[in-house]
């Protein structure tokens, strides 16, 4: 028993009450409030206890039976196991499963597959895209050549030709395809058929929608892109972390040296364990028909969102998120997010396509059905929820109704508890 230090190895939160006080006050948030932010999810408990195993304590470097380190017998094992399940789970060749995030799986790509100065075509994030494609703010905005593509003001949706027209104009190097709030299907063949056009490569960031693909329902990347990233949470309902796969040999070097020693160092073994946990469980029948209740869910969140009089983005949904246009009600999404917070409704705020506003106070809001249908709601409780949001957004200012709102989101929580 260690003297230095009694208790290091027997003692708990207990220990540090501070730390339990703020860690027991998310717990209750999360047991008593409706998650609806698209980039967040519920794990299981199996996924919590991988993640919150002695693997904490294992430093890795490499791929797997090919380590710097010594003592990786199991750490190799649970890595392989991890990398096996992803390729048999998405029906790919090879898979990285070692990205700390989705942005470090994007920056790994990039760095691998490109030169500094290289020309990326990528979705403005004023239209849907994601900031780790070439955002002015980030890393691969500096050190890329980024031109961005848009949405059609009518449709509000990709158009092809416009797409096609800019890639013959600046001979990307690389065409990205995904982002974090554009709720329709991509046209993966017709993307491609561009980049092959340009000679440039197609890579599709499919965080948003990974599990909708893994079920079957939603268009499969593959055999279209040359490499696809995601992250593990979100629609995967796993642990939080990135991963990057691929089907040609002969970029397996040059993606697995973008990531480490690319982007990051050691890696993070016990996120690991828990997306081998995370991709077992999406490699059951159940993942299946949980994906499933998460589309019809958004339809009918959507749905009840149209019939209070809210616009929805491009008409509706094709996947997990939706986003919501609050200009004909004249509330702002921050005004509108801090008022369903306060209901115990968790938004966020989003900018809309040609949105006027900034994006610390825009336009619309983004919401997703992904935790919710992982609590076991379905229609009846969204079409509850939609009714909460409408009344809500409605009079943000009413005390009185976000009082009663608050009320009824508990009162629904507790029919559906968690852990």
């Not at 000679?199 to 490499?227: I, K, N, Q, R, T």
Request: a negative charge.
């Amino acid at each position: 028993m260690s003297t230095l230090h009694a208790g290091y190895f027997t003692e708990g939160l207990e220990a540090d009450p501070e730390l339990a006080r703020a860690i027991g006050g998310e717990l209750a948030r999360e047991r008593h409030g409706i998650e609806l932010i698209a980039s967040e999810n519920i794990v299981s408990r199996l996924v919590l206890e991988a993640q919150g195993s002695v693997l904490t304590n294992k430093t890795v470097e490499g791929l797997p039976y090919a380590r710097y380190y010594g003592g990786a017998e199991f750490a190799d094992a649970i890595e392989a196991l991890a990398v096996e399940r992803a390729k048999r789970l998405f029906g790919c060749a090879f898979a990285n499963v070692q990205p700390h995030s989705g942005s470090n799986a994007n920056a790994g790509v990039f760095l691998g597959l490109l030169g500094l100065g290289d020309t990326l075509l990528s979705m403005d994030t004023a239209a849907g895209g994601h900031i780790s494609h070439g955002h002015p703010a980030t890393l691969t905005g500096r050190d890329y050549h980024v031109v961005r593509y848009g949405v059609a003001r009518g449709s509000e949706r990709i158009e092809l030709e416009q797409l096609r027209e800019l890639a013959r104009a600046h001979r990307p190097r690389l065409i990205v395809a995904g982002g974090s709030a554009y709720p329709h299907a991509l046209d993966f063949a017709g993307m491609r058929a561009i980049a092959d056009e340009v000679e440039a490569l197609f890579m599709v960031d499919m965080a948003h929608f990974a599990g909708l693909v893994a079920s079957g329902l939603y268009p499969h990347p593959f055999p279209h892109a040359h490499v696809v990233t995601s992250t593990t949470y979100k629609s995967l309902r796993g642990a939080r972390g990135g991963i990057v796969l691929w089907n040609d040999a002969a970029l397996s070097d040059r993606i697995n040296y973008g990531i480490f020693p690319g982007v990051q160092g050691s890696v993070m073994m016990h996120a690991v364990a828990g997306k081998a946990a995370c991709f077992g469980e999406a490699l059951r029948p159940e993942f299946t028909a949980y994906n499933r209740a998460v589309l019809g869910n958004a339809r009918v969140l959507a749905a009840r969102l149209a019939d209070a009089g809210l616009r929805l983005v491009g008409g509706g949904t094709d996947c997990g998120l939706m986003l919501v246009d609050l200009t004909g009600i004249g509330v702002t999404g921050d005004v509108a997010s801090k008022a369903l917070e306060k209901a115990g409704l968790a938004v966020n705020k989003n900018l809309i396509p040609f949105d006027p506003r900034p994006p610390e106070a825009p336009s619309g809001l983004r919401l997703s059905s992904n935790a919710g249908t992982a609590r076991g709601f379905g229609a009846p409780e969204f079409e509850a929820i939609g009714g909460f949001i409408a009344d809500i957004v409605k009079a943000p200012s009413d005390a009185a109704l976000i009082a009663d709102v608050g009320a009824r989101v508990r009162a629904l929580c507790e029919r559906f508890p968690i852990y």
